[in-house]
């Protein structure tokens, strides 16, 4: 099970930083991403994990604002977003790898999470 948290309203330009806790049971020892939806589209990529946090991925279009992370210790991954944009503004949700390769794919992904709204204003 993963719960991802950290959503909100925030201004264009701000910052928020997503949390997602894995129980033990999701896996969480294996690749982890953040990928993100908006109504009337496919869920896309955002960002992933290696097991071990020494590789990570990046759409284009979030490259140098967001940041992922990961601590194995606690079973959490973060997604930091900053400088955030009004298309940035989605349901954003983490997901539990089907191996220890960040993949960009959701196909890639076995286990995901109920999701977190982030709202931008212009």
């Known amino acids: 099970q993963l719960q991802a948290s950290g959503g909100g309203l925030v201004q264009a330009g701000g910052s928020l930083r997503l949390s997602c806790a894995a129980s033990?049971?999701?896996?969480?020892?294996?690749?982890m991403g953040w990928f993100r939806q908006t109504p009337g589209k496919e869920r896309e990529f955002v960002a992933s994990i290696s097991r071990n946090g020494g590789n990570k991925y990046y759409a284009d279009n979030v490259q140098g604002r967001f940041t992922i992370s990961r601590d194995r210790a606690t079973n959490m991954v973060y997604l930091q977003m900053n400088s955030l944009e009004p298309d940035d503004a989605a349901v954003y949700y983490c997901?539990?790898?089907?191996?220890?390769?960040?993949?960009?794919?959701?196909?890639?992904?076995?286990?995901w999470g109920q999701g977190t709204l982030v709202t931008v204003s212009s």
């Open positions: 997901a539990v790898s089907r191996s220890s390769y960040p993949g960009r794919r959701l196909t890639d992904f076995a286990y």
């Open positions: 033990k049971r999701t896996n969480s020892n294996n690749a």
